[in-house]
């Protein structure tokens, strides 16, 4: 299905994008049309430390404030997605642990709620926090080299970002206990066939496939309908069956009263006729 979607689309070479006022280090920032794209690139593990993680909310601080951009790509290295939180937190004690536990979790709960559309383009290494990362976000598309791994029982942890809900939603209650209780390496094929990951592309052009998929959303989504929508589906994590079913007729209701939703439909109707 996205192998089909994606076929119709050009990719033009990604252009450097400087962020006012912004000192990042961590994080390499461009923009192709209008798709910011967050890099992360601090290798060899490219590790999801308390500076990567404030760089990325600086990075939805940035696209939050220009209109222009209609979503978000995260992704790494050709080697390496993320390979976890690294030792910093460890290393420092348990204070800096639960703060960059925190830290964590607050940004992906932003990710998942966040009104424009956020996509994970995994290639290489994605283990233990960085996975969470990736599964925080509202699509992954993975490079045919891309692993995934949940390892910390090995280490004498749990998840702390989040990981054991989001990966159990995503596979399923089953898969994710065995996962998480083996650690073992989950490969690109096996993501795609259980749900981790919605397309495996070479590596050679899973970015430019991510950045086509990035620009059909934008150029095809009522930005005021996603807002509602991702909203929505963030908050009903946290509902029973009926009450998220309340909400969403609520949400429903208060859309199609808009004069936002009339437009986009008079809109998307004109387009159909072409």
Known sequence: MLMMLFGGFAYSKESTFIAPHYDLKNIEVSIEQSVLILRINT???????????SEINTGLDIAEQQQSI??????????????????ESLQKGLKNQLSHAYIARKLFQRIEA??????????????GGGNELAMACDIRIAG??????????????IPGFG??????????????????????????????????????FPDTNVVAQGVALAQHLNDNLDKHALAVFK???????????????HHDQQ????????????????????????
């Open 251 to 274: 949400a429903f209701d208060e859309i199609a009263a808009s004069d936002e939703a009339h437009a986009a439909i008079i809109k998307f109707i004109e387009k159909q006729k072409k």
């Open 144 to 157: 045919e080299s891309a692993t995934f791994r949940q390892h910390e029982l090995q280490a004498g942890l």
């Open 70 to 87: 209609g979503s978000i790509i995260i992704t790494g290295t050709d080697q390496v997605f993320s390979a976890g939180a690294g030792g």
């Open 163 to 200: 990981g054991m809900q989001r990966l159990q939603r995503i596979v399923g209650s089953g898969r994710a206990m065995e996962i998480m209780l083996t650690g073992r390496i989950v490969s690109a094929d096996e993501a795609l066939s259980i749900g981790l990951v919605s397309a495996i």
């Open 43 to 53: 290798p060899p593990r490219n590790a999801v430390s308390i500076q990567t993680l």
């Open 231 to 245: 909203k929505r589906m963030s908050e009903s994590y946290d509902e029973t069956y009926r009450t998220a079913l």
């Open 114 to 127: 966040f009104p424009k559309p956020i996509i994970a383009i995994i290639k290489g290494v994605s283990a």
